[in-house]
């Protein structure tokens, strides 16, 4: 079973940017599917974006030109650039392997202020 654990959230102001890193450790180099969720209180755990094929990354509507996941295998990382953030994107952001999704980091806190 492999372990994921993200770092790179915080707060910042509407517009500006971030980068959330995932680590994954114990267990051999994968290629299985492999990428972002997110969920705010109240609110259903929604996909952001999620890669599950080779060179395929399918990002949500809602993140479309603002987000991009990439992957670093040799140090395997998987990173999640964020743009023009908006306060709507504020949320527990969590990153996930397998499809459906068997492993989870614990999250790390996303706030875009106003």
């Known amino acids: 079973q492999v372990q994921l654990v993200e770092s790179g959230g915080g707060s910042v102001q509407a517009g500006e940017s971030l980068r959330l890193s995932c680590a994954a450790s114990g267990s051999p180099f994968s290629m299985e599917p492999t990428g972002w969720y997110r969920q705010a209180p109240g609110k259903d755990r929604e996909l952001v974006a999620y890669r599950r094929s080779l060179g395929s990354t399918d990002y949500a509507d809602f993140v479309k030109g603002r987000f991009t996941m990439t992957e670093v295998n040799a140090k395997n990382m998987l990173y999640l650039q964020m743009s023009s953030l908006k306060p709507e994107d504020t949320a527990m952001y969590y990153c996930?392997?397998?499809?459906?999704?068997?492993?989870w980091g614990q999250g790390t806190q996303v706030t875009v202020s106003s």
């Open positions: 996930a392997r397998g499809d459906p999704p068997h492993s």
